[in-house]
């Protein structure tokens, strides 16, 4: 192996950012030497630690995201690291640990790499003056405008629908599913979320730190992707402010139909050539 | 020995030639087998592959056909990793492991699989910690225990404590965490919670 492959080069060739000749070199001398291999492997284990732990910075969490949550292999290492953290980080006791409350943190610490994974749901009429300033701004129309849900219903992490609503709601309470950035999915349980038949559009409210954001003549653009990393829906993602909820930033409306049972990843990023992730989302999908 | 990779679908005289390239010497054969197929896995899993296990396998049938066909191969490892890039290729061609762009997305609802339920970690996690002999379960939280200069130094007392370098509690912290790793993904799989294979 090359010399000056230290441990911060073969983090970098497992998130995918060593240039592609240096990646190669390393891959011949673990091939050829069980030691390099176990060396590139302790690394990794840290490296998912760092992400089960809050950790990472965030290029490295988004380079990190979209090569470990994209590959069901992968993210089996990821779901074991946080395992393993939960374990190791009281030794008191992994029972008692594990079913310990965990707090929401407030999204503004979110890039001082604390982890959040804060998940809320808001149910409110169409039209309403709430939804109007808060969800669906007037100034929202555009060709990528979507139609409200017509119903949907939030589940609470038993997956049960929550106190709230019910299956039976009517079928004119539209759904909006506000999301936080989710450091660590599992952290807490993702969103969840029931679609009805006959549901349009779910719309995604997307949360994080304002300051993080170029200024309004960037185009905001959503990717929601299967955690397996299948596509699944790309748009146009609306610029929201409320002042009750200064920590809302956009909003994504995606096609109901597209969001069969299963995980989902959404990255909010800057529409452009150059990669403008700013926060990714984590949200489930119930039968 | 890993007598069942034989049966894999290689002639005998195939595995043979492979395990005799590998090492003259039968036992370090088949260390170096196993690491040749830990280090293909890894490759596979690192290079994003859906299947790494059956990539790894499917480099192994290779390399052991071409060498029993009498194929001169100078470096084994090499020449395995140039097989490997060519399978990992292939693996990206299958119509059922390639992704489709963004862009050429049509109206029709995306397939997606049923995600493992997170309330069945925490239980899988107390089984499975118990699966370990004490000694080790206490080696491995105490291994991947803090964080930053306190887990290096930490690391460091841990080899000086019990004899052995850290190259060599590394190495075992690490094979503990593959054991962890594999009785939670099974267990997360089961619908029971079984962490038996």
């Known amino acids: ?287 | 020995m890993p007598a069942k990779d034989a049966g894999r679908g290689l002639t005998a005289g195939a595995f043979a030639s492979l395990l005799t390239r590998l090492d003259p010497d039968a036992e370090r054969a088949g260390s170096a087998y196993e690491h040749l197929r830990r280090a293909l896995v890894s490759f596979f899993a690192w290079r994003g592959a859906a299947t790494p296990e059956d990539c790894a396998d499917e480099t192994l049938d290779r390399l052991a056909t071409r060498l029993d066909d009498g194929v001169a191969v100078e470096d084994v490892p090499r020449f395995a990793r140039g097989i490997a890039r060519m399978v990992l290729l292939e693996h990206w061609r299958r119509p059922d492991v390639r992704g489709v762009p963004l862009e050429e997305l049509g109206s029709g609802p995306a397939t997606v699989t049923e995600a493992p339920d997170d309330d069945a970690l925490p239980q899988c996690l107390d089984r499975c910690l118990d699966e370990l002999a004490p000694e080790s379960r206490g080696l491995i939280l105490e291994y991947y225990g803090g964080e930053g200069r306190s887990r290096i130094d930490r690391r460091k007392r841990m080899a000086q404590a019990r004899g052995a370098s850290e190259n060599a509690l590394r190495s075992r912290a690490q094979r503990l965490r593959d054991q962890l790793e594999r009785c939670i993904t099974r267990c997360m799989a089961s619908p029971v919670g079984d962490t038996k294979s």
Do not use: H, N
């Not at chain 1, 038993?158 to 039976?168: E, I, M, N, Q, V």
């Not at chain 1, 506000?178 to 009805?196: H, K, N, T, Y």
């Not at chain 1, 990717?223 to 609306?238: F, M, Q, S, Y």
């Not at chain 1, 200064?246 to 096609?255: E, F, I, R």
């Open chain 1, 1 to 287: 192996m090359r010399p000056d492959l230290d441990d911060a080069a073969l983090r970098r060739y497992l998130l995918g950012l060593l240039p592609e000749a240096e990646a190669e070199a390393l891959e011949e001398a673990y091939f050829a030497r069980s030691d390099v291999l176990e060396r590139v492997r302790g690394v990794e284990g840290d490296l998912l630690d760092d992400y089960a732990s809050g950790r990472l910075e965030p290029g490295e969490k988004g380079a990190f995201e979209s090569r470990y949550l994209a590959s069901a292999p992968l993210r089996e290492r990821v779901v074991a690291a946080r395992a393993l953290r939960l374990a190791t980080a009281d030794k008191r006791g992994p029972a008692v640990r594990l079913v310990a409350p965990v707090r929401w943190r407030v999204p503004l610490a979110i890039a001082a790499g604390l982890l959040v994974a804060v998940l809320a749901f808001w149910i409110r009429p169409p039209r309403s003056p709430q939804v109007t300033s808060a969800s669906v701004p007037p100034d929202s129309a555009g060709p990528l405008e979507t139609p409200l849900p017509r119903s949907a219903v939030p589940v609470g992490p038993s997956g049960a629908p929550t106190p709230t609503t019910s299956a039976r709601q009517t079928a004119t309470r539209p759904l909006v599913l506000a999301l936080s950035p989710v450091l660590l999915r599992g952290q807490e349980r993702p969103a969840q979320l029931r679609i009805p038949d006959g549901t349009d559009t779910v719309v995604l409210e997307l949360e994080g730190d304002p300051a993080l954001v170029p200024p309004s003549v960037s185009a905001l653009q959503a990717i929601v992707k299967t955690v397996e990393g299948g596509p699944v829906w790309l748009g146009d993602a609306r610029r929201m402010t409320d002042a009750r909820r200064p920590s809302l930033l956009a909003s994504a409306g995606v096609p109901a139909e597209r969001l069969g049972p299963g995980d989902y990843l959404l990255t909010l990023s800057v529409r452009g050539p150059a990669d403008g992730t700013l926060y990714s989302y984590f949200f489930r999908v119930g039968r």
